[in-house]
């Protein structure tokens, strides 16, 4: 869902590109098709199993990525909380806002923007993934991503699963990052993050030493 933001197009095209069948999902599934040729023209056959749709017909995947930002991401998985009952659903948000040269964290009542998504999704396995990878990464499809991703859920099945999504894409390590209680970390940390690359003019992620997935 949101495919059609820089996130969501290049995580989008990224996973087509290794293999996987994406339901590109937006507002409209008339934006969705015109995305859909724009990374066609760009990519041709590399991203060949792009589906193009709306919201709602992303829905249908059994991992459904909510690409979207934090002030869409509850709206979004509300106003479609029944197609996604059964499913894992991935939180990518980080509610930040900008003062000056430096990015800060707004923490939402439950926490985290995934901790929110869980308790209005109650019948859905929410997860996280992606924080901390900087958007442009990867949609540059002709360079290798060099990037660690921590991975948290509730639910073990669902964290191994997406798990497994993150590895399918060369160069990327994933960690268990155990429950969403975490997501408190992770969203925050991600303005410390962007404050880095603002202040260094870079395009920094993160990757953890000492340790193989």
Known sequence: MGATGPAGSGLAARLASVGHNVLF????AEK?????????RQWGSRVDSLVPTDNAGACDAPVVIAAVTAEAAIPTVQQHQQR???????SMANNLV????????ILPPHGSVAAEMQALLWESRVGTAFHLVPAAEFAALDRNMESDVVVLADDDKARKTLMEVVESIPD???FDGGSLVNAIGME???AVLLTINLRHKGRAS????????
Not at 25 to 28: E, L, Q
Not at 84 to 90: S, T
Not at 98 to 105: E, L, M, S, W
């Open 25 to 28: 999902g937006s507002r409209s």
């Open 32 to 40: 969705a098709d015109e995305a859909v040729l724009e990374l066609r």
């Open 84 to 90: 996604l009952a059964g499913k894992i659903v991935v």
């Open 98 to 105: 900008k003062n000056g040269r430096q990015f800060n964290a």
């Open 172 to 174: 990327l390590r994933a």
């Open 188 to 190: 925050a940390f991600a």
């Open 206 to 213: 993160m990757r953890l030493i000492g340790i193989e997935p």
